[in-house]
């Protein structure tokens, strides 16, 4: 077991109502924090009042971006029990991207019972009204103060959270996505894989550019031939072509989603074929053209299930569903975030209850 002290604030601050919980923009009263150095491995797990973090200038993060997160949530049921969806699977992921970026693994069980516990401390934060939630937010970083390319010898590992409404503007009507032909993300070989901040700092520019035009999220091409589809900035994405869904293979350039994974499992249980394999953009163009493509969706954590109703393809305008969230989306949608509240039976071990 974890032995974590507590340091309870005497400040508590005062919850935003719902119309002011933008994602990511207010921050429960507590967070989590332990500390890894060579000596003593990962120790001193403390809970303590939200507030700054300081280090040294040389600090390795700042210079290198050694650097990892990763994002779930916590969801109130209408009995007003608190519950994780599928917690263990970011706790995997994390290690994952630990061992790809050289920082130390954490034990899974110490890491999920660190997220149990500040969301405990803070569990007042957790909204009680219907598609709200706790967003929780863990992150590791480099705290070597030292300059020089290497892997560093400490380490802070660090949960914020955060009470959180729909992450698009639009919530669950369809967005309007751009296509990105000049700039890429990740290559395979590279990090696209893993959930580093490098891989969002490098989209940046692309997506600035969407949103000037009047675009949600940039579709990201593969790096080399620039034809095959990869993922949304935000989302691993879907395609419904001819009543068969297809959705970009895990080639190590795009994110495992756990959502990913969530809806490919229920798929399967209902009876459709899921196909994981290489899309080419010109695939979905091809189908569109010939009414076949049915739907698209986007997958993630913040969004969970995000109908998608405008692809704009170098100025070329493509439609899908009329704009509107399709028969399948709008189940799958109901169906997982049903299991995250608790009004639908959670059959396949999914939650993890407080």
Not at 225 to 250: A, C, H, Q
Not at 252 to 267: A, E, F, K
Not at 288 to 294: C, F, P, R, S, T
Request: contains cysteine; aromatic residues 10%; glycine residues 8%.
């Amino acid at each position: 077991m974890l032995n974590i002290k507590i340091n309870k604030t005497a400040n508590k601050k005062i919850k935003p109502p719902p119309s002011d919980m933008l994602f990511g923009k207010n921050f429960s009263d507590h967070m989590f924090l332990m500390d890894y150095n060579t000596d003593n491995g990962w120790h001193n797990a403390r809970i303590e009042p939200y507030g700054e973090l300081s280090f040294e200038p040389s600090t390795m993060v700042f210079h290198y971006g050694q650097e990892l997160f990763e994002g779930l949530k916590a969801y109130k049921t209408r009995t007003g029990e608190v519950q994780l969806f599928r917690a263990q699977k970011n706790v995997e992921r994390m290690n994952m991207t630990n061992e790809r970026l050289c920082i130390p693994q954490i034990d899974p069980d110490y890491a999920l019972e660190a997220i149990k516990a500040i969301v405990r401390c803070d569990i007042d934060w957790v909204p009680d009204e219907t598609d709200y939630s706790l967003y929780i937010r863990p992150f590791i970083i480099a705290t070597d103060p030292f300059l020089g390319v290497r892997a560093s010898n400490t380490y802070l590992f660090c949960i914020i959270l955060s009470p959180v409404g729909a992450y698009y503007p639009e919530g669950i009507n369809p967005v309007k996505i751009y296509v990105e032909h000049e700039y890429v993300r990740a290559v395979k070989g590279g990090i696209g894989y893993v959930k580093a901040g490098g891989n969002y700092a490098a989209s940046l520019k692309a997506q600035a550019k969407a949103k000037e035009l009047g675009y949600t999220q940039v579709l990201w091409l593969d790096a080399i031939e620039r034809k095959y589809i990869d993922e949304v900035g935000t989302m691993n994405v879907f395609f419904v072509i001819d009543n068969k869904i297809i959705t970009p293979s895990l080639d190590g350039s795009i994110l495992p989603g756990v959502t990913r994974d969530s809806t490919i499992c229920i798929l399967k249980e209902w009876g459709y074929t899921v196909e994981e394999r290489k899309l080419a953009l010109s695939e979905v163009i091809e189908a569109a053209g010939n009414n076949k493509l049915n739907e698209a969706f986007g997958t993630g954590t913040a969004a969970v299930i995000s109908p998608i109703g405008i692809l704009n393809n170098a100025g070329n305008i493509i439609e899908i569903n009329n704009s509107e969230i399709g028969t399948l989306t709008q189940r799958l949608y109901d169906t997982i975030t049903g299991i995250q509240y608790g009004s639908i039976e959670d059959t396949r071990n999914w939650i993890e209850k407080l």
